[in-house]
């Protein structure tokens, strides 16, 4: 398909990977700009048929025609992969995922908010306690009903993490469901439940959009960049 989105995208990423200016780029010194090499339709097919769904369009022509994964938005597309003839995405995070459940719609409400507020009002708090073991043991006991809310199995399946921004924040990509194809952002590491991740003009983000944006931004941003920088 000569008129695919994807096509050159991987030779402007190595270009990009070659250009002195895109040191600056956040996360290029987790990716370098380099990326795996693409899947093929057989390598496609069995990872399909391994997880039980069809890949959103625009993820499926970007393993085919750009790379299993590597350079891209913040440190990067996390890579899947077959190892020992199962196939798996690799990554800080990757294994939040339930590869078994990725046929399930992807829910689009997360926990009741007001059980929420509840719960983090009720958050202990060190300066009300005299000896940090009790604080300690306080503050389990609250992440026992904690964890279960904000990190509900359930919350997640029909997606894959896709990418990490750092310090425990990452980006999924929704698989099944109606926000299929979709990318959204996980904050819950600041007691922020999952939200999809909007453009400027507040439109969800698609897949192509997600890494095509990181792509012109990136090289205007080493074009940009101070001669000898």
Known sequence: MENSMWAGVRERTHALGA?????????????RFLLDEPLTSEEIADLEAQVGVVLPEEY????????????????????????QGRWRWEGDGADLADLSRLAEPFPQQGPDPEQVRRLL?????????????????????????????????????????????????????????????????????????????LDERGEPMTFSRWYLTWLDESERQALSAPAGG
């Open 60 to 83: 499926r022509e970007f393993l085919l025609r750009v790379g299993a994964g590597g350079a891209g938005p913040s440190y990067g597309v996390f890579p899947v992969r077959r190892v």
């Open 19 to 31: 250009d002195p200016g895109s040191a600056g780029v956040f996360g290029s010194m987790g990716h």
């Open 121 to 197: 009002e009720e958050r202990p708090e060190e300066e009300h306690f005299e000896e940090i073991e009790d604080f300690d043991d306080a503050m389990e006991a609250w992440d026992e009903r904690w964890e279960p809310v904000m990190f509900s199995p359930g919350r997640t399946v029909g997606a894959v993490v896709i990418s990490h921004i750092g310090c425990a924040a990452r980006q999924w990509l929704i698989l099944s469901g109606p926000e299929r194809g979709r990318i959204w952002s996980d904050n819950r590491v600041d007691d922020e439940d999952l939200a999809p991740l």
